[in-house]
Nanobody, 125 residues
Framework: QVQLVESGGGLVQAGGSLRLSCAAS????????MGWFRQAPGKEREFVAA????????YYVDSVKGRFTISRDNAKNTVYLQMNSLKPEDTAVYYC??????????????????WGQGTQVSVSS
């Protein structure tokens, strides 16, 4: 059974940083393309970033380019989202998601097979 567990969320002031982690188990992590999504209250789930299974290619939504960095450590079965220069509009529940066989990366939520439970990120102004 696949499990994705996010951690690292919290409350931070605008301009601050957080690093989210997502630990995977139950299936070969290095075969999965991984993504991060977020959902703010009253809004639809939004794509944030994605990374290929070997980490060679990354993809970001325009609103986080230059501020967020997605990375992965296949030896630790973990994907990360480093978030710098945080803004109040980044406030949301952040979810990681996995796509097997990881042939491509996608910004579509429907492309992902498994999801974590989410971690809250709150940015105060």
């Amino acid at each position: 059974q696949v499990q994705l567990v996010e951690s690292g969320g919290g409350l931070v002031q605008a301009g601050g940083s957080l690093r989210l982690s997502c630990a995977a188990s139950g299936r070969t992590f290095s075969s999965a393309a991984m993504g991060w999504f977020r959902q703010a209250p009253g809004k639809e789930r939004e794509f944030v970033a994605a990374i290929t299974k070997n980490g060679g290619v990354t993809y970001y939504v325009d609103s986080v380019k230059g501020r967020f960095t997605i990375s992965r450590d296949n030896a630790k079965n973990t994907v990360y989202l480093q978030m710098n220069s945080l803004k109040p509009e980044d406030t949301a529940v952040y979810y990681c998601a996995a796509n097997w066989p990881g042939t491509y990366i996608s910004r579509a939520a429907t492309a992902y097979d498994n999801w974590g439970q989410g971690t809250q990120v709150s940015v105060s102004s």
